[in-house]
């Protein structure tokens, strides 16, 4: 069974037709796959490494401490912030902050 890699709906078979050979097709997102090259495409998937981007929720962000910085999109001068460990524990903490203006919400971090 496979699924759709953009939208995660199941993908219905679709026979071969005189346009196109058997193949997987998304039924709520124009994404298609056709059964040849997938076993490829697969293959090449496998081989590349995704690299590993740190996972920040809005629930963090509101979790941690405040501090005094303006918001570089509205210019609210108060966000909370977050340490995050981006490449190795050599390296410091990259600090991520969260604009504390509702209406704006913008995350960024620190150069
Ligand atoms: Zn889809
Ligand atoms: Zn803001």
Redesign the pocket.
């Known amino acids: 069974m496979e699924f ?6 199941m ?1 219905g078979y679709e026979k071969p037709n005189l346009g196109h050979p058997s193949r997987l097709c ?6 298609v796959c056709n059964i040849e090259s997938m076993v490829k495409i697969k293959r090449k998937q496998a081989l590349v490494r995704k690299k590993i981007e740190p996972v920040i929720t809005l629930d963090d962000m509101n979790n941690g401490p405040k501090t005094e910085v303006p918001c570089p999109r509205c210019s609210h001068g108060e966000a909370t912030f977050t340490q995050v460990q981006i490449r190795s524990a050599d390296e410091p903490a990259t600090i991520f902050y969260s604009c504390l203006n509702d209406k704006c919400n913008h995350i960024w971090r620190e150069d």
Not at 4 to 9: D, L
Not at 26 to 31: E, I, K, L, R, V
């Open positions: 759709c890699p953009s939208c995660g709906n993908l998304c039924p709520t997102c124009p994404y």
